[in-house]
């Protein structure tokens, strides 16, 4: 599923963020462009208690792509995707954020 589509400016912050719900242990894996994605010198991952954040410090147009995460626990699994155009300088900060909720099954 297709969340969001936005356009940031060279050099902004990007946060890009996931709500998720459902029954620990989540695990949660970020692509871009289908290529998993882990922290770098611009690049910060986190995963706490349903909140899972990828921020980019300073975003160039290399960041540019379809972004995604992907959340499973032991009931199932969900998706969530947000393209990020990076364009010049004309905004400050930008937030994308992706609502994920994995339902837990009772048989």
């Known amino acids: 599923m297709l969340c969001l589509i936005q356009n940031v400016s060279e050099g902004d912050a990007v946060e890009l963020s996931a709500k998720l719900k459902g029954t620990e242990p989540i ?13 770098s010198a611009t690049v910060k991952i986190t995963y706490t208690r349903g909140d899972a954040v990828l921020k980019i410090s300073k975003a160039s147009p290399a960041d540019a792509g379809l972004y995604s995460i992907d959340a499973k626990n032991s009931h199932g699994s969900a998706s969530c995707s ?13 937030v994308i954020v992706c609502y994920i909720v994995i339902l837990v099954q009772k048989h």
């Open 82 to 94: 947000a393209s990020l155009g990076v364009k010049g300088r004309d905004m400050l900060h930008s």
């Open 27 to 39: 695990q949660v894996n970020w692509t871009k462009d289908k290529k998993p994605l882990a922290d």
